[in-house]
């Protein structure tokens, strides 16, 4: 595997990860619960508010759960509305939300967050499985998936997956 950043053999299987070159933004291929708030790129240049941590604390105080996040190309506030805190976490007709449903959509915010990163950073990863051939020395690829967030949860599933290879 030329782009193999890692690999572990188990018999006659070996298990590689490599980079995810076209990884699916998170916003588009997932039902997040969050969203990006406009303005949400804050480079100095006449944006309403002087950082995203400050854009953040407006949004709580006006109906959002949010958070920033900065990355090398500026800063991202994402937030979650109480409409969508009651419509995810609350009971059918809810009026009003609680600190229980704060809890799990702060809770969600974080590892929206964190994904979001993730994919912005390139730490996205491919696992493929291949079966290997001691007489010729060759590898068979017999499975891959692609769209792992994190180093150490890809690792970890790459083991999972080579510990069930050929079953």
Known sequence: MNNSLWSETLGAY?????????????????????????????????????NGYEYAEYLNKNGYIADSLYL?????????????????????????????MIAKA??????????????AEGEVYGIIITANHPDTEEETIIDSCYGFYGWEDTKQEA???LKHAGK
């Open 159 to 161: 083991l999972d997956m």
């Open 72 to 100: 090398r190309d500026g800063a991202y506030t994402m937030a979650i509305s109480h409409a969508r805190i009651k419509e995810e976490w609350g009971k059918k007709g809810c009026k009003t939300i609680n600190q229980h």
């Open 14 to 50: 070996t298990v590689h990860i490599e980079p995810d070159f076209d990884p699916e933004n998170p916003y588009t291929a997932m039902d997040q619960a969050s969203e990006i708030k406009e303005p949400c790129r804050h480079n100095g240049e006449s944006d309403l508010y002087l």
């Open 106 to 119: 702060r809770k969600c915010l974080k590892a929206e967050i964190e994904t979001y990163r993730q994919w």
